[in-house]
């Protein structure tokens, strides 16, 4: 079933401004939406009950309020999330964290970043990238950091629609299509 995107913008609109400006309150339930979605994406019993129509909406709104109080969600949000339920639209859940996310992120001009390196990074180096980056892309950025050994050397960075690769993995795929042209 497709997503309702003028429902599901409607919808983390009306969050934002439940919550205000509250950089706090809104990490917290972007977090807690994230840990939604990925229960909504990997529970089939859940997502089948979510989206079955032979289901009560009662019990669904039971079900559903269950997970949401254990998500420690604002009121005024699980009432929107169970609007969605009363409407027929609960196949948002999957998608919601991500609309959420871009539209805080729009918000407060920040940008999610990843930086992936083969080997640890130190906390000078990873400020020195990050201030790097805001300079250039003009946004703040909140960086997570991953190690993936497949990587051999370097890093992947990125931040928004932004990315740079630098690994030793990526330089020699590109010297292998160099090499295999002739």
Known sequence: MKVD?????NIVKKIIKVLGNDEEKLSNTSKALDVLSLFYKSNSNFRNLVLSPTV???EKEKA???VLTTLNLPEEVK???LLSIRENKGNI???????FRFEVEKFFATVQGEVITAHPIDESLLNEIKASLES??????EFTVKEDKSLIGGAVIKAGSYILDTSVR???KQLERTLTRF
């Open 93 to 99: 859940i999957k998608e919601l964290n991500k609309a």
């Open 56 to 58: 009560s909406l009662e």
């Open 79 to 81: 009432s929107l999330i």
């Open 170 to 172: 990526n330089y020699l």
């Open 136 to 141: 250039k892309i003009g946004k703040k950025i």
């Open 64 to 66: 559903i309020l269950k």
């Open 5 to 9: 995107k003028k429902f599901l913008k």
